[in-house]
């Protein structure tokens, strides 16, 4: 017993795969009867300079149109941004990574939603369809937080302590601009359907092209 | 006659009646034997284990080798001084009827000191028994004691450490002849591994045939207390007691040798085991936890009672095991047995001195049910053993590796565990008769360590492991082994817990591996 107090803790594979974060929602409508509809975590560059990549892979949406995303681990750390300061390049002064929470139609079965490079335009690679995006919400991790207000828009999620968090978005869609802020425990996520498109609608550049512009 | 002295008599005459059904066919009339038995002694003495049963043993090569009738034979085992008072009485009228002149043995074997025997609680001073002895009427009398201090006795009218011993061959041996197993200040020892005292059993090898130095198919007294004396010594030269030097007093004249037993006269009741092939021979009766110990030139036979025995050889450079079945009245010869390798660890445990301590090394490989829902295990490891008669320790070294793959559905990463182990299995092995299978407790630690596909350090952590073990083992030869092992071990372990601290938990687990293993 003594010997086995010694060292680090052993992380066991349950608590390696034990969700650390989980997103609930449900789509509007429910899926239709035979479509394999999938919700996922679209990993945007808030600067707009990285290509959108999905992770992890879908979880499948049921017939009711709920769906639960768990995450288990932090995003990998070519997702993560990290925020030169204005003063010294060399230094850091926010690390985050930023999701939108996508509906698609797994057409090919593999549970991923495939998208091209963004100066493709991000065309989301066949057979998959893009069927809608949560408006509402956005996922963020932070994995540094921001103490030094860089990002107006933002700081009110980025500025959070380390971890996942879920991010309410106010759109502006005059501007296409959104605001966010983080969501109430226990949120529910609604992504409203949308008819099949092969591409990401204008509408998600609320969300994603705003390029924010690190603080003097 | 009171009732114990009844019971006395009674215990003897159910001993003569015994060994009447198994009478040589060339008794010999004149021959009287009176053996004495206690394998208690005083309050202070240590009980013996092996006094009594050497007396019977004794007993059976006199009447079946040694030429003395069953009902000449009185064997005390366990009596009183009282009962010896009396059996000396009976031995005495006895000798008054036999024919000619009659020979008198008379054998003591239990505790003793330099002024008596301890028989029982009771002593009976030497000074008596020699003045008994002499005063029986028989031509030429032997006595021997086993005891400590035994060479006391041939000191009462000063006595010789034993040097090579020889009756002049001049006429009908007449006289006394005193044997003691030990000097006057040593202790006499007996051997777990020989099931005997150490003198008692090169005097019953050398009476069996061992001491027959001239070939000529009987055993003298001369020869036999030279063999007796010069095993004893050597057997005893390394042991925690010190050396034990057997002393004699010889008082006898006459133009012949005295004979005390033919192991090489047809109709005794015993087979004959020929030693036709040099060497050191270790022969064991099947059931017998004694051994004997026989060094041939190539030229012995010792007389054996019948039975199925395993006659191990020590070669330099491994063992030979030969199964003979020794039949009464017949000869059997060794190098026509046939015989096996034998792998040390076996001999190990069997006994007998042959060889006390195997070693070995084994390699193994195989596989670890999984630990902490992190997968299971390929393993590999070292282990190195110490084979002892009674049990066997085995140091384990090894490692193994699981790989827990990533959850694409939730993002985990992939987790590979690398363990590190030792541990100490304490075991207990059984020979069959193809196979070895040994069980027993194993206990040791482990080292973690977790490798995250996220995150390019590791994690350490130690445990320790606790559990039951066993093995199967297939010798192939005396030096090399097949092998397969399997264990239940349970895993102590600092675990991390999913709603954040840490916790002692218990984790069980199987193991199985197999190997090739090697003795030295």
């Known amino acids: 017993m003594a010997v086995a107090g010694c060292g680090n803790a052993l992380v066991p594979g349950d608590v390696v795969r034990a969700p650390i974060f989980s997103v609930a929602g449900v789509t509007s409508p429910a899926p239709a009867p035979g479509e394999a509809l999938r919700v996922a975590a679209l990993w945007v560059d808030p600067l707009g300079s990285l290509d959108d990549r999905p992770w992890p892979l879908g979880v499948a949406v049921d017939a009711a149109g709920s769906f639960q995303l768990d995450l288990a681990a932090a995003p990998p750390a070519e997702l993560i941004r990290n925020l030169p300061s204005s003063m010294d390049p060399n230094t850091t002064v926010a690390s985050f990574a930023f999701a939108e929470l996508v509906a698609f139609d797994d057409r090919d079965g593999d549970g991923t939603f495939s998208v091209g490079p963004i100066a493709d335009g991000s065309l989301i690679e066949s057979p998959d369809v893009y069927r809608g995006t949560s408006a509402a919400h956005a996922l963020f991790y932070v994995a540094q937080p921001d103490t030094a207000a860089s990002i107006p828009e933002l700081d009110a999620v980025i500025a959070l302590p380390p971890g996942y968090h879920l991010a309410e978005v106010t759109c502006d869609p005059t501007a296409m601009r959104g605001r966010f802020e983080e969501a109430m425990a226990g949120a529910q996520d609604r992504i409203p359907l949308v008819p099949d498109a092969k591409s990401l609608p204008e509408s998600r550049g609320c969300l994603r092209s705003h390029v924010p512009t690190p603080a003097p | 006659m009171n009732a114990r002295a009844a019971r006395t008599l009674a215990a003897a005459g159910a001993l003569i009646v015994s060994l009447a059904g198994a009478a040589a066919a060339h008794a010999q009339p004149g021959r009287v034997a009176l053996v004495i038995a206690n394998d208690e002694g005083h309050a202070e003495d240590v009980k013996l284990h092996f006094a009594e049963s050497d007396a019977d043993h004794l007993a059976r090569v006199l009447t079946q080798l040694g030429g003395f009738e069953p009902d000449s034979t009185f064997v005390l085992r366990g009596r ?307 084979d002892a008669p009674a049990a066997s320790f085995e140091l384990r070294v090894g490692a193994d590796r699981a790989e827990l793959p990533a959850s694409s559905a939730i993002g985990a990463p992939s987790v590979a565990t690398t363990a590190a182990f030792a541990s100490l299995a304490a075991l207990r092995a059984k020979d069959l008769r193809y196979v070895t299978v040994a069980a027993g407790l194993e206990a040791g630690v482990v080292r973690f360590s977790e490798r995250f596909a996220s995150d390019t350090t590791a994690r350490a952590s130690l445990g320790a492991t606790v559990g039951p073990t066993a093995l199967v083992e297939l010798p192939l030869g005396p030096r090399f082994c097949l092998r397969a092992d399997a264990a239940l071990p349970v895993y102590l372990l600092r675990e991390r817990q999913s709603g954040g601290g840490d916790e002692v938990h218990a984790r069980f687990a199987g193991r199985v591996s197999a190997g090739a293993g090697v003795y030295f």
């Open chain 2, 80 to 386: 009183s001084v009282a009962d010896v008072r009396r059996a000396l009485g009976d031995v005495g009228r006895r000798l008054r009827e036999a024919p000619g002149e009659p020979l008198l043995f008379v054998y003591y074997s239990g505790h003793a000191d330099a002024e008596g025997l301890h028989i029982g609680r009771e002593s009976l001073s030497l000074v008596e028994l020699k003045a008994a002895v002499l005063a029986l009427p028989a031509a030429a009398r032997v006595v021997v004691v086993d005891a400590c201090q035994a060479g006391a006795i041939t000191r009462l009218k000063g006595g010789h450490a034993a040097t090579p011993f020889a009756v002049a061959p001049e006429e009908a041996p007449r006289g006394l002849a005193i044997l003691a197993s030990s000097g006057d200040a040593e202790l006499a020892q007996e051997s777990d591994d020989i099931g005997s005292s150490f003198f008692t059993h090169y005097l019953l090898l050398g009476l069996q045939g061992a001491a027959d130095d001239n070939r000529d198919g009987d055993v003298s007294l001369g020869e036999a207390f030279d063999f007796a004396s010069r095993r004893t010594l050597a057997a005893t030269m390394g042991s925690a007691a010190g050396p034990q030097h057997p002393m004699y007093r010889l008082d006898l004249r006459g133009q012949k040798e005295l004979v005390l037993t033919r192991p090489g006269l047809a109709g005794s009741g015993f087979g004959r085991l020929a030693l036709d092939e040099p060497g050191w021979f270790f022969v064991r009766r099947a059931g017998d936890a004694g051994v004997m110990e026989v060094v041939s030139g190539g030229r012995e036979q010792i007389a054996l009672e019948p039975g199925r025995y395993e006659v191990a050889s020590r070669l330099p450079d491994r063992l030979q095991v030969a199964e003979v079945d020794i039949r009464s009245d017949a000869a059997a010869s060794l190098a026509a047995a046939p015989s096996r390798r034998v792998a040390f660890g076996r001999v190990v445990r069997k006994g007998g001195g042959v060889r006390p301590l195997s070693f070995g090394l084994a390699a193994l490989a195989g596989a670890r049910s999984d630990v902490a829902d992190l997968g299971a295990a390929w393993t590999g490891a070292v282990a190195a053993r110490v």
